[in-house]
């Protein structure tokens, strides 16, 4: 069935560090590609998506790209602030009867000290 | 706008009470979505609206969960004879239209059976 698989936390860095948060998913078809994100206290949002293969998603300098052949979508940023400390959670469009429910991974925390 | 909101943000109830939780989506949005989150795990899926029927109900754990929408509009979910394995956050969002459009989720209610 359709699964995410992404890295275990908690990732700590300090500021201005580069991050690399690894995804890779399990799919039939051609699914959606998600990272939302979940600040302290906050509901989870979404961070960026990507509709097919070798699309990249951005926002807010984080980054990723839809690897078809390694089936990944890992989340980059090229340096980290202390604001970005938050669960970041990658998903996949569920691709399910309704094709709309998201397969979740299990999230990944970060915290950036200063 | 009013982003999705639920209520209420924290339940403490005994095991085999019935609860009940609310999610009013974002207003126009005809998809419903609820997710749970149990401690350590990823966001599983429960049940998806459009509208006021629910085509897809393949995440519901148990037949002690049901779910109702009037609408468009507010949903509420409801877990009889609650186990304490049901304790978990229980997650709604809401998109335009479903599919792969953005689902904006609420912040949750925690859900506490002992």
């Known amino acids: 069935g359709n699964s995410v698989t992404q890295m275990e936390g908690p990732v700590t860095l300090s500021e201005e560090a580069f991050l690399t948060i690894n995804c890779t998913y399990t799919a039939t078809g051609y699914p959606s590609l998600f990272w939302y994100v979940q600040y302290p206290g906050e509901g989870l949002q979404l961070l960026l998506k990507a509709t097919k293969a070798d699309d990249k998603g951005s926002n807010k300098g984080f980054e990723a790209t839809y690897r078809k052949e390694t089936t990944s979508f890992h989340l980059e940023k090229g340096s980290v602030q202390v604001s970005d400390s938050a669960v970041y959670f990658c998903?996949?469009?569920?691709?399910?009867?309704?094709?709309?429910?998201?397969?979740f991974g299990k999230g990944t925390t970060l915290s950036v000290s200063s | 706008g009013a982003g999705v909101s639920q209520s209420p943000s924290n339940k403490v109830t005994e095991k085999g009470k019935d609860v009940e939780l609310r999610c009013d989506p974002i207003s126009g949005h005809t998809a419903l979505y609820w997710y749970r989150q149990r401690l350590g795990q990823g966001l599983e899926f429960l049940i998806y609206?459009?509208?006021?029927?629910?085509?897809?109900k393949s995440g519901l754990p148990s037949d002690r969960f049901s779910a109702e929408r009037t609408g468009e509009s507010v949903s509420t979910l409801t877990i009889q004879r609650t186990q304490q394995e049901d304790s978990a956050v229980y997650l709604c969002a809401s998109s335009q239209r479903g599919g792969i459009e953005t689902q904006y989720f609420g912040p949750g209610t925690r859900l506490l059976v002992l």
């Open positions: 998903a996949l469009s569920g691709l399910n009867q309704a094709g709309t429910a998201l397969i």
């Open positions: 609206f459009q509208g006021n029927s629910a085509p897809d």
